[in-house]
């Protein structure tokens, strides 16, 4: 289904949002932010859709920084405006290339550096907590209470996006070796360890809980809900806001529980590339921003013990 609307009005962004999709791999959210962030590029030109080839094609340098540097003064976000200078470099860029215009007006582009952010965790105590409450309460007999337990345990186990979570299918779970195929950003596979508790509560979910609730709507999917369908991201994100909530711990959504265990792995001594693999990571830089959260509990707990600190 295309993301544009009036798609046939916009030759270029219909012909990009292609391209974002079929060759680049990008998901759903990615492109949607993309070619909205170019609809707010023409409509900041006051031109509407049906006159944003002719405006994209009029787009010269001293536009595209007049456009960043208003939305700036407004207060826009840093991260915003660091990932709709990066839609504008990549429009262009592509449609340069591709011959569909004659120049690209953001080859000298400056790139806005997004706000360094420290990524959410919560300590072991609390995450074990958590686990330990998932189980408890999976004993009540309700099917979705078993999902909720191997959602939470996989979630920390492997460090998968909730996105990528939900697409798991249950031929993708090998249980004797304890590996879980995750289909990642940009359609990128990879193969993620987890360990016995993992291993514990999905089994029980798929011998106990799953067959309770599939249905001719279910495929192969692993993680389902009360109707059969596939479960969906708001309903694994509302599992894990109720659990935290009965656990008495802080409240966390879904991807906090992806950079605990990437920030855990560190704190016990794991390699830096073995995380990004974990994580899936394209770039190495990315995964580097958990080596701060590590560096700054040593750094208290130094402070904290050391006589000169």
């Not at 000298?108 to 706000?115: C, N, V």
């Not at 990128?188 to 001719?216: H, I, N, Y």
């Not at 709507?217 to 059969?228: E, F, N, V, Y």
């Amino acid at each position: 289904m295309p993301i544009t609307s009036h798609r046939e009005e916009s030759t270029l962004l219909s012909a990009f949002e292609g391209y974002l999709r079929h060759e680049r791999g990008l998901s759903d959210n990615t492109v949607r932010a993309y070619v909205g962030d170019l609809l707010h590029l023409t409509e900041s030109l006051g031109a509407s859709v049906s006159e944003a080839d002719s405006t994209l094609a009029r787009i010269e340098l001293p536009d595209l920084r007049a456009w960043l540097a208003s939305m700036a003064a407004s207060g826009l976000s840093r991260t915003t405006l660091a990932r709709r200078g990066a839609s504008a470099r990549a429009f262009f860029a592509w449609a340069h290339d591709t011959e569909r215009l004659a120049s690209n007006p953001a080859l000298r582009l400056a790139s806005a550096r997004p706000a360094s952010t420290i990524p959410e965790v919560i300590s072991i105590d609390d995450v074990f907590t958590l686990l330990e409450t998932a189980r408890k309460r999976s004993d009540d007999g309700d099917a979705i209470h078993l999902r909720d337990w191997a959602c939470v345990e996989l979630l920390y186990a492997t460090g998968m996006r909730v996105g990528e979570l939900v697409g798991v299918d249950v031929k993708d779970i090998d249980l004797n070796e304890r590996l879980v195929r995750v289909m990642g950003k940009g359609g990128k596979e990879r193969t993620v360890p987890f360990g016995e508790p993992a291993e514990k509560a999905v089994s029980q979910w798929l011998d106990e809980g799953r067959p309770v609730l599939v249905s001719e709507h279910s495929g192969d999917a692993l993680l389902i809900g009360r109707r059969g369908s596939r479960a969906d991201q708001r309903q694994v994100r509302e599992s894990v806001h109720r659990l935290c909530r009965l656990a008495r711990v802080p409240d966390i959504a879904p991807h906090a529980l992806r950079h605990t265990a990437a920030t855990h792995l560190l704190d016990r001594g794991s390699d830096l590339r073995s995380v990004q693999e974990v994580l899936g990571h394209a770039s190495l830089t990315t995964t580097q921003r958990y080596t701060h959260v590590s560096a700054d509990r040593l750094r208290s707990a130094y402070q904290l013990a050391h006589p000169r600190a």
